[in-house]
Antibody
Framework: QVTLSESGPALVKPTQTVTLTCTFS??????????VSWIRQSPGKALEWLAH???????HYSTSLRTRLTISKDTSKNQVVLTMTNLDPVDTATYYC??????????????????WGKGTTVTVSS | EIQMTQSPSSLSASVGDSVTITCRAS??????LNWYQHKPGKAPKLLIY???TLQSDVPSRFSGSGSRRDFTLTISSLQPEDFATYSC?????????FGPGTKVEIE
C-alpha cells in the first residue's frame, strides 16, 4: 500500500524559511519511473503545482516560485523535502505531496499523480 | 507556461444527473491531461489520467475524453459522494499546471 504524509510547522513568520517533509512508504523514489511532486492550495484558490523530483534526481520548479524553492530527496529515510524561503502571508496554504507515475512507453513522459498525502497546513503570520 | 481554463466554475445538479465539465489548454497538450476530485479537508483523488484512462478503483460513471486543447470530464449518474471540486491538470510540459476547478454542488 502506497502512503504519503506531509509534516512541517503549522505557523511561520513572514520572511522566514519553512521546511516541509514528505514521508512515504510502499515505493522507492530511486525506482525508475517514480517521482514526487509538491502541490499547494491556498484558501479559496486552485491547486498550484510547486516542484517535482524524479528517480534520477531531475528537478523542476514552478516558474513563479523557482527562486524560493528547493526540492530534495533522502532515499535512506524515504523522504522528499521541500524548502521555501522568504515566506509571505500569501503562502498560507495546505501543502500536499503526491507520488507521480509515468504512463508506460510515453515520450515525453506522461505523468500523473496517483496517490496524495492528506496535506499539512502552513499559516504565515506575524 | 501552459494555462488551463475550466468551465463552468461551478454547477448545481441533482443525484442521478449527468454532468460534463470542460477543460481547455492554452496550447496543445496531446493527451497529457489528468482529472482530480477534491473535497475540503481530504487529499485530492486521481480520477482520470492520459485524458481518458480511468484510474483503478474509480467508478465507471466517470469518463474523460478529448485531446490537444479541449477535454471533458463526464459523470454519468451523479451520486451523493460526487459533490466535490474537479480540477484538470496538464503534464505535457513543466511547469505542470492545474485548471481553476469546477465545484459541483447539490441542487
Amino acid at each position: 500500500q502506497v502512503t504519503l504524509s506531509e509534516s512541517g510547522p503549522a505557523l511561520v513568520k513572514p520572511t522566514q524559511t519553512v521546511t516541509l517533509t514528505c514521508t512515504f512508504s510502499g515505493f522507492s523514489v530511486t525506482t525508475p519511473g517514480m517521482c514526487v511532486s509538491w502541490i499547494r492550495q491556498s484558501p479559496g484558490k486552485a491547486l498550484e503545482w510547486l516542484a517535482h523530483i524524479n528517480w534520477d534526481d531531475d528537478k523542476h520548479y514552478s516558474t513563479s516560485l523557482r527562486t524560493r524553492l528547493t526540492i530534495s530527496k533522502d532515499t535512506s529515510k524515504n523522504q522528499v523535502v521541500l524548502t521555501m524561503t522568504n515566506l509571505d502571508p500569501v503562502d498560507t496554504a495546505t501543502y500536499y505531496c503526491a507520488r507521480v507515475m509515468i504512463v508506460p512507453g510515453t515520450a515525453p513522459y506522461n505523468y500523473y499523480m496517483d496517490v496524495w498525502g492528506k496535506g499539512t497546513t502552513v499559516t504565515v503570520s506575524s | 507556461e501552459i494555462q488551463m481554463t475550466q468551465s463552468p466554475s461551478s454547477l448545481s445538479a441533482s443525484v442521478g444527473d449527468s454532468v460534463t465539465i470542460t477543460c481547455r489548454a492554452s496550447q496543445s497538450v496531446g493527451n497529457y491531461l489528468n482529472w482530480y476530485q477534491h473535497k475540503p479537508g481530504k487529499a485530492p483523488k486521481l480520477l482520470i489520467y492520459a485524458a481518458s484512462t480511468l484510474q483503478s478503483d474509480v467508478p465507471s460513471r466517470f469518463s474523460g475524453s478529448g485531446s490537444r486543447r479541449d477535454f471533458t470530464l463526464t459523470i454519468s449518474s451523479l451520486q451523493p459522494e460526487d459533490f466535490a471540486t474537479y480540477s484538470c491538470q496538464q503534464t505535457y510540459s513543466m511547469p505542470f499546471t492545474f485548471g481553476p476547478g469546477t465545484k459541483v454542488e447539490i441542487e
